[in-house]
């Protein structure tokens, strides 16, 4: 890798010695519209030559050449112009062009450059200016979010977390749903990581989000993003792609003024939204019995009043700070507390949790070079992140190193070759889930009466003790549930790193005008480490491969991952008279991917404390857990384009996929497509109509490889008597499945208006994705419980919306306005025979579980609900003024999927000056809070306190007039006059038990600020007088305001990470930072 690397390095610097251009005199002017407007970002080339630029805002430009030389004046609308550059001032004014604007060019599959009108599917493409447009998150998926139609950016506010973009709705049940990334036609993964592997982070049990590897890239190093939703759009890279390609090119080396060097530094910091976490109530302190307990803890005979420091949650005696009590700080001796064998008011804290967080903040600098002559360019980037998160202890830092260089070595034979090196290395990601999270501690189990500040103060002056305020008794300071959360954070703290590399060379000769030959090597591999901790002195948790109960131990984690592609291309562009033209590409990949793992972990504790050692081990350390899988594809494909008078246009694709883990004989799947379109404004003659376009395509595919569904494997479970032992897995694999089959249908129709003005993309699909392998029952009788059959069957239709406007455009101001909207509607048809339900994962926290039900969207929640009456009104029990509960688990509860997705983006520029926002919208879909099942439960949020109807405290108890009156009607529909307790057992003590889960599901939808950014670009007058070339400042912000949202106190889209398994589960999340930050960039 270092060699590699290296190398670049050195080419680098020959190519840089030998770009030297000429120096000629300055020419000058200013291009304009027929109406005499300036037009910013106009390319002005010297012809036959690389030196180039681009007028500014005001239209003006200055470039250097002679006068023997022509410039080139070229805008996409426009048509292009040649002046000669005879004089230092050359004026230029440009005509519209419809057929300019019908000859966009974008990416398509394999990196494959079409003009746009030709294709017969939907794509849409973004600049890598679109992905800057707020503060940089560090992971460039989550800038897509409100800027695609049809495309579910699932985002989390997880530290380093991952993203999810799916296209199209939810295609399967147990496999992937992400997109494909492909950068420059290479395939790069973007595997979702969890901790272990399993179901349970997933399914918030616990574990960390570490992330998706696409985060690895640089939007530094974007020029665009092509998406291609359809699998008609992305049925060349065949099983990888049906669900849709980001098709990522690469910014390529460009003649600069200057030195061709960019600086840019941003500056971001991030403060929680206290609209995302609890508002705790200052009414009633620690406890579940609403009394304190009476302990004689001087031997005097007179008992003490001590806090139930055991109990978890605030349903304790109401606040009087004229009474004393002793709290766990009495006895706790650690210097500087003034309050050890001291009673104290009892009275609500001063610091809450929400003081356990602090601002984050996050630094990106970056410099490029970028320069090119006759036959070459290239591009030089590297980019520094450093982040700190909103929790103690956590720490992000990456580094990013790219080049891209292409050369032309004769007029038939070039090269281009992409290099990429990462590196990013994370402390202290939070836990996630319910079982020893901090944060879901902080959301459902806590007292309010115990100050943060406090904890902060024992944690120091200890040296690092875990002094906690959950002891499990007066004389016994060990933690009954929690630990200090500084201790968790500062000693319980896992890391982790990765070195990733990614590159291609790519070798085009041109055999003839029409057709070339292209040979290709890519390459993409990683080796990441991830160390988890747990200190000597911390409560019990589960830890470890073998998942015991501990109290201390260390875990380690090394993965390893390459994938080889080498691909062969004959591209051909042929015309055939005046009116026929083909194009296509034909040729074969070879891919080849390895990956190995190993696990292991102390067991029994750890010997020496603050030793991470596999070696300090009790009871030595186990056997690990090990994984290694070799994979290979060899694929052959072809692809036609016939255009006729260059208004109709009909594509055809086939691919042929033979993988060696599938079994010999039955190894080989096909992807076909056909699609057409219809340019129909080359028959009509409107001013006022720019384009037109028809168009249609239909496509069958497979979708993912069922791999380890295929032949059965022992597992390794605990051993005994020091012997290792193993078990039949409990689900029977299938030599005989058979991957997904996909088909989509689709149509579309693209209009612009008065010279691009105004335009909308409208498209319809229907996409059936068939046979996907679930377990299904089976005879036990076997060993098995289930075993794997292609079955499942999901269907998805909808409707995506682009729409662009320039509502106003003079000398000096422009409005632009873009919207995304789209509609996806999802229904499970069929499972197995006799299988009308199949449970996806393990039980939520809360009983609440995900399913897959026919004749209902993939993502049923189900759990108790309330009993109603024909009229849809709750039922009560008059004996108890409570809820009568329909106690069966298989009630539908909720949907996760929204109803639609949309996205607003308004860009105003004025002069030098520009201010743009996105708001990003997503309505319904449903999400289960178990912060709120339980947080409610346990007396936390200010929603448990307040007067009841009589205008008592409603925690009192109903001889004091407490209680409340729940809404509902007896099952005779009389409404409901018996008042039940609200605490101590009533409506609120036991929630989780008196109320059913249908309680706690939200409406997951939202409407937010997502971004926002004002850039100035300064005179260049100025810029010159201080020796620059170009320089603007920006003030940047992201998830500054959610507008609306139903679920209380946490942002719907905070999860566990993007797994589809979490999609309906909101449980100990972080809080939303706001983010506002300053980005500057300088061009020399």
């Known amino acids: 890798m270092k060699l590699k690397f290296n190398g670049f390095l050195v080419l680098l610097l020959v190519l840089v010695a030998q770009l030297t251009f000429a120096q000629e005199r300055a020419v ?88 746009k009108k030709s294709l017969g599917y939907a794509t849409q493409e973004l600049k890598g200016g679109d992905l800057k447009s707020g503060t940089s998150s560090g992971n460039f998926l989550n800038e897509l979010s409100g800027k695609v139609a049809g495309v579910n950016v699932r985002r989390n506010t997880n530290f380093g977390g991952s993203t999810s973009a799916i296209s199209r709705g939810v295609k399967a049940i147990n496999q992937s749903n992400e997109m494909l990334i492909v950068i420059d036609g290479m395939p790069i993964n973007n595997a979702n990581n969890t901790n272990d592997g ?22 530094e ?71 304190f307990g009476e302990q004689d803890l001087d031997g005097d005979g007179i008992p003490e009043t001590v806090v139930a420091m055991g109990d978890d949650a605030s349903v304790g005696d109401a606040f009087d700070p004229t009474l004393n009590v002793y709290q766990w700080d009495a006895f706790s001796n650690y210097p500087g507390n003034n309050n050890y064998g001291k009673a104290t008011p009892w009275t609500g804290a001063k610091n809450d949790p929400n003081a356990f967080f602090k601002n984050s903040l996050s630094l990106v600098n970056s410099i490029s070079f970028e320069d090119a002559n006759e036959k070459t360019n290239l591009v030089f ?34 090269l281009s070759t992409f290099a990429n090196f990462s590196n990013q290395a994370t402390t202290g990601r939070n836990m996630t889930g319910y079982s020893d999270n901090l944060v879901s501690g902080f959301r459902q189990w806590w007292q309010t009466n115990v100050d943060l500040k406090q904890l902060e103060q024992a944690y120091n002056a200890s040296g690092g003790q875990n002094i906690t305020w959950n002891r ?114 034909a040729g074969g990949t070879v891919r080849r991917n390895y990956f190995n793992q190993i696990t292991a972990s102390t067991e029994g504790g750890l010997i020496i404390p603050g030793l991470y050692s596999l070696d300090n081990s009790v009871s030595g350390s186990p056997f690990p857990y090990e994984r290694e899988t070799k994979t290979g594809v060899n694929s052959y494909f072809v692809s036609a384009s016939v255009g006729f008078m260059d208004q109709f246009f009909v594509d055809a694709t086939s691919r042929r996929d033979a993988f060696s883990q599938l079994p010999e004989g039955n190894n080989s799947l096909f992807s076909n497509s056909v699609s057409g379109s219809w340019v129909f404004t080359k028959n009509i003659n409107a001013s006022w ?28 479970i605990n051993s005994f008597n020091g012997q290792q032992q193993y078990s039949v897995n409990i689900t029977k694999n ?128 189900k759990g108790t609900d309330y009993t109603y009456t024909d009229d849809g009104q709750k039922v009560i029990n008059p004996a108890t003024g409570r809820y009568v509960i329909n106690t069966s688990t298989n009630n539908i509860i909720g949907d996760i999927n929204p109803d639609w997705i949309g996205g607003l983006r308004n860009k105003f520029t004025y002069k030098s000056l520009s201010f743009s926002f996105l708001i990003d919208m997503k309505k319904g879909g449903d999400i289960f809070s178990t912060d709120q099942w339980y947080g409610v439960g346990t007396g936390l949020s200010e929603s448990t306190v307040g007067n009841n109807d009589l205008g008592l405290p409603k925690r009192n108890t109903l001889a004091n007039g407490g209680g409340v009156i729940l809404p509902g009607v007896y099952a005779d529909g009389t409404p409901n006059t018996t008042r039940t307790a609200y605490s101590t057992g009533g409506a609120i003590t036991n929630a989780y038990s008196n109320g059913p889960r249908s309680q706690y599901v939200y409406d997951a939808g939202f409407i937010k600020l997502r ?74």
């Open 381 to 414: 980037n590297y980019s520094n992140t450093n982040q700190t998160g909103i929790l103690p202890n956590s720490e992000l830092k990456k580094n990013n190193f790219s080049l891209k260089l292409n050369h032309q070595f004769t007029d038939r034979l070039s």
């Open 1011 to 1084: 971004e926002v950014q004002i850039t100035y670009t300064l005179p260049s007058s100025l810029v010159q007088k201080i020796k620059l070339v170009d320089a603007k400042i920006s003030l940047v912000g992201s998830n500054l305001w959610i507008i609306d949202k139903d679920l209380p106190e946490a942002d719907p889209e905070s999860g566990l990470g993007s797994n589809i398994g979490s999609s309906g589960l909101s449980i100990g999340s972080l809080p939303t930072t706001r983010n506002i930050g300053c980005n500057l960039t300088i061009k020399f």
């Open 472 to 585: 499990l008794s007066a004389s016994n300071g060990f933690p009954a549930y929690w630990n200090n959360p500084y201790f968790d954070r500062y000693k319980n703290y896992q890391n982790d790193s990765r070195n990733r590399f990614v590159g291609y060379a790519n070798f085009t000769y041109k055999i003839a005008e029409w057709v070339s030959a292209t040979a290709k090597i890519s390459t993409d591999s990683y080796s990441e480490i991830r160390e988890e901790r747990l200190a000597v002195g911390s409560v019990g948790k589960t830890f470890g491969i073998n998942a015991f109960n501990e109290t201390s131990g260390y875990q380690r984690y090394n993965g390893n991952y390459s994938e080889q592609n080498y691909d062969l291309l004959l591209n051909f562009k042929k015309n055939f008279g005046e009116n026929w033209n083909l194009t296509g590409v």
């Open 734 to 861: 299938n030599p005989d499945l058979e991957p997904i089959k996909t088909k989509t249908q689709e149509i579309g129709l693209e209009m612009q208006f008065l010279n691009k003005r105004v335009g909308f993309d409208v498209s319809l699909y229907k996409n059936v994705n068939d046979g996907e392998a679930i377990p299904v029952p089976y005879s036990t009788a076997t060993g098995n419980s289930t075993r794997y059959v292609n079955a499942a069957t999901i269907e998805n239709k909808g409707i995506e919306v682009q729409f662009n406007a320039t509502p106003i455009k003079t000398n000096n101001f422009a409005w632009d306005i873009t919207v995304n909207w789209s509609k996806n509607d999802n229904t499970v048809t069929a499972l197995a025979d006799g299988v009308s339900n199949l449970q996806v994962g393990g039980s939520y926290p809360g009983g609440v579980t995900l399913n897959a039900v026919v004749g209902q969207p993939f993502g049923i929640l």
């Open 198 to 219: 399993t179901t349970a982070q997933s399914r918030g049990a616990q574990g960390y989000d570490y992330g998706n590897n696409g985060m690895d890239i640089n939007p």
């Open 28 to 115: 000058s002017g200013i291009v304009t519209d027929n109406a005499g407007m300036p037009l910013p970002g106009v390319s002005v080339l010297v012809k036959g030559t690389k030196s180039g630029t681009q007028t500014d805002f005001d239209g003006k430009y200055s470039i250097k050449a002679s006068t023997s030389q022509i410039l080139v004046f070229s805008y996409i609308g426009m048509k292009t112009q040649e002046v000669a550059a005879s004089s230092s001032s050359v004026n230029v004014k440009l005509a519209g062009d419809a057929q300019e604007l019908e000859g966009v060019v974008v990416t398509t599959a394999l990196g494959v450059k079409r003009e």
């Open 689 to 716: 109509l720019t384009f037109g376009k028809l168009r249609g395509g239909y496509s069958e595919s497979p979708l993912g490889t069922p791999t380890l569904a295929l032949v059965d494997t022992y597992e390794k």
């Open 221 to 291: 190093d974007i020029e665009s993003v092509n998406v291609l939703k359809g699998a008609a759009a992305s049925a060349l890279y065949g099983y990888l792609a049906g669900n849709g390609v980001l098709m990522i090119t690469t910014k390529k080396g460009r003649a600069k003024k200057g030195l061709g060097i960019t600086v840019s530094s941003e500056v971001v910091s991030g403060s929680p939204d206290k609209d995302t976490f609890v508002k705790y109530q200052k009414q009633y302190g620690g406890g579940y019995g609403g009394s």
